[in-house]
């Protein structure tokens, strides 16, 4: 008896445990990133809601990578479970043409798709179509300390040259012991160490591939670069730079540990919040620094917009438009600077923002990431063959981003010397591109 | 006659037990300090290990965002719901194989074994498919059903080798008693195997609590279980490690807690059939 009614009970809890609680028709499954913007919005949503009691709001947070590989799966599969996705500007282009995304024609006419900074709108846009709507964008910068620039005497030129900023760690690390005169990105992966790289080797004119698509691994601008590199790593740079991302580099320059740090332009509101930064006040913004004369795209060679798009296999488009229009208006801005002050607005979209006095007042990194945006054109050309700066946007290139990444930090951590590890990234990315086709 | 010990021995052997103890349960120790910590002191250097100015904040933050009761309810039926199925198909088998084998009983046991050694990521996408077409994405009973199939082989072996140590003849009196096999099961062998069925449920428990591919992959908001929880406080802009450390904290202390009180059940059903 008492075995059986065990039994029922379990039963009883299963069955009320699969009874997976039926949708409401309205409720849409956003996948979203977890960072300082988009948890904001999460608080912010009541305004939505608000304004559209007809919708609700499920959110799904998770990390970088688990989200990439859990969106892909789900659209690439056809699966359905959501209705609004957090994708960048290597997934649009690629998505877009695979028909996996919905282009977004029903935004609303208030909307002012034209305010949209035109490098981010082109690189969410198909055929003049856009298929995802930005809701935070980012270029790449030189951030320094400027106390410790004054300290040494030196002074950020407007438009640094690779061989000041060498100059520049040496001077400092001689003349800090504790301070350490370069921060770079050395963690392995394609959009960790190899999204730094692919903007420093750009700003020695190289690209990933050639017209023919052939890889570039052994031309002289990678060769210049990842020489300096790693040179500039292993002399000034900070013990175990090899497995450095950005977070890590954030927390060594928050505490005064680094002199100067070249990384995405999002960087800046973090390391100028006093609530997280010990060197608040004492940073200065340049842009990124160029290896040769007129390098392309003034040294901004980098591009990303975390953006919102609908999957094709969602059910409720109509609803998915207009959050997605929300988010990314006007008034979520002002929504935003009214609540929480005007230096935590998502940066890098809209034009209107960066013609505002009270927001270029209170982020003093405005200028610099405007500017940076507006030169990053990451559209193909005569000499490249993809769409992309900081990687190149062929469903390859994760899979050869991250090994050649590998091979980066093995030169960082001392395992190979820069010429051999360029030499294994030329190999697997031979190996890796004829595999797939581009070239015989 | 036991032999004697000095207390100097004994007092070293005390000593090395603690240290290791510690040094394995320091990550830990770590995370749990990290959450009561603000941001700027969860990263300054030196690391900073009591003095520190202690805050809530951390929990206040997760709570405020995250329902916090629906992924540990998540987490609780997929455990329990897979052990119990577990259960339902490991007990019969493990008997069949313990009282009647057949020539192909160690083979069998192998070849369950070495489905484990298949790379969970090489059929994710068929498994997806399945899902998608039978509509079990965020269902608690799809992942329920492949926690168990996970775990059954693990369930089987242990259940085996506690079976194994039962003489067969109590059960052979038993039936000469005119027991039936499904009375035979639970009225002697069960009860007779008490400390080996409990440890084989709280691994179980512990394998599918902790269980984060499957969980991950398969589910999106309703059957999201603690595993999807902490991974939402992962940041890949932003340092957010005194959140992250109270989301883990939350989400390991259900499972901590269980351990502290079944420890005695664990150890002896792990070591059982050890020293013959």
């Known amino acids: ?440 | 006659m036991a032999r004697a010990i000095s207390t100097r021995r004994k007092l070293t052997f005390t000593a090395i037990g603690w240290a290791v103890g510690l040094l394995i349960f320091f990550p830990v120790l770590w995370t749990i300090l990290t959450s009561f910590k603000t941001e700027l002191d969860a990263i300054s250097i030196p690391p900073k290990f009591l003095f520190f100015d202690w805050t809530l904040e951390n929990y206040v933050t997760v709570q405020e965002r995250s329902n916090y009761f629906r992924f540990m309810m998540n987490s609780i039926y997929l455990s329990l719901g897979s052990t119990f199925v577990g259960l339902l198909f490991a007990i019969p088998a493990a008997w069949a194989m313990a009282f009647s084998p057949t020539p192909r009983t160690k083979d069998v046991l192998l070849w369950m074994l070495s489905t484990k050694m298949l790379p969970a990521v090489g059929v994710l996408i068929p498994i997806y498919l399945v899902f998608r077409d039978f509509g079990l994405l965020d269902s608690r009973v799809g992942l329920i059903g492949v926690l168990f199939l996970i775990n059954l082989p693990i369930m089987v072996w242990m259940l085996y080798t506690y079976f194994k140590e039962i003489p067969g003849e109590i059960l052979e009196a038993a039936r000469m008693d005119g027991a039936s096999l499904s009375k035979e099961i639970t009225h002697v062998l069960a009860p007779m195997s008490v400390p080996g069925i409990a440890s084989t449920v709280l691994l179980s428990v512990i394998l599918a609590w902790n269980e984060a591919f499957w969980t991950l992959n398969l589910t999106t908001s309703d059957a999201a279980p603690l595993t999807t929880f902490i991974a939402s406080y992962s940041s890949p802009q932003g340092n957010f490690y005194a959140k992250l450390s109270a989301a883990s904290t939350l989400a390991i202390a259900p499972i901590l807690i269980l351990g502290w009180f079944s420890q005695k059940q664990l150890v002896r059903g792990l070591t059982f059939g050890a020293v013959k």
Not at chain 1, 107 to 121: K, Q, S
Not at chain 1, 135 to 164: I, K, N, Q, V
Request: charged share 20%; glycine share 8%; hydrophobic share 40%.
């Open chain 1, 1 to 440: 008896m008492r075995y059986r009614s065990l039994l029922l009970g379990a039963c009883a809890s299963l069955v009320a445990a699969s009874g997976a609680s039926a949708q409401d028709a309205t409720t849409l499954t956003i996948a979203t990133v977890n960072n300082g913007d988009m948890i904001r919005m999460q608080g912010l949503t009541e305004d939505f809601t608000e304004q559209h009691p007809d919708i609700q709001l499920e959110w799904v947070t998770l990390e970088e990578n688990v989200l990439r590989q859990r969106v892909t799966t789900d659209i690439a599969t056809g699966g359905g479970q959501y209705d609004v996705m957090t994708i960048g500007t290597y997934e649009v282009p690629i998505w877009a043409e695979n028909e996996w995304l919905l282009p977004l024609d029903g935004l609303g006419e208030d909307y002012d798709e034209e305010d949209l900074i035109p490098a981010i709108r082109e690189a969410l846009s198909m055929d003049g179509t856009l298929y995802a709507a930005p809701f935070y964008a980012e270029s790449a910068m030189t951030l320094y300390r400027t106390d410790l620039f004054e300290e040494a005497g030196l002074e950020m030129p407007e438009a640094p040259t690779w061989d000041f900023i060498a100059e520049a760690a040496q001077t400092i690390s001689e003349a800090n012991e504790d301070v350490y005169g370069i921060c770079l990105r050395g963690k392995p992966g394609w959009g960790e160490n190899m999204a730094f790289l692919g903007a420093m080797a750009r700003s020695y004119g190289a690209n990933y591939f050639n017209a023919d698509w052939q890889p570039q691994f052994d031309s002289e601008g990678w060769t210049t670069a990842v020489n300096q590199y790693v040179e500039l790593m292993t002399n000034y740079g900070p013990p175990g730079a090899a497995s450095n991302g950005f977070n890590e580099n954030l927390s060594l320059f928050n505490q005064g540990r680094c002199a100067m740090w070249m990384d995405a332009t999002v960087a800046a509101s973090f390391v100028s919040n006093p609530d997280e930064s010990q060197v608040a006040d004492s940073v200065g913004y340049a842009p990124f620094p160029c290896g040769i004369e007129d390098c392309p795209n003034s040294g901004a060679n980098w591009l990303w917009a975390w953006s919102l798009a609908v999957p094709a296999s969602s059910q409720k488009a109509e609803a998915a438009q207009t959050f997605i229009s929300w988010a990314t208006s006007k008034g979520y801005l002002d929504l935003v600077a009214e609540k929480e002050g005007w230096a935590n607005v998502p940066p890098g979209t809209r034009t209107s923002l960066y013609e505002n006095e009270e927001y270029l007042a209170e982020a003093p990194f405005a200028e610099q990431t405007l500017q940076a945006i507006q030169n990053a054109d990451p559209s193909s050309g005569e000499d490249k063959p993809y769409v992309g700066l900081q990687f190149a946007a062929i469903p390859e290139f994760q899979g050869l981003g991250t090994s050649v990444g590998q091979q980066m930090a093995a030169a960082v951590s001392g395992n190979m010397t820069a010429e051999q590890a360029l030499q294994a990234a030329q190999q697997t990315a031979v190996r890796e591109m004829t595999r797939a086709g581009y070239i015989q």
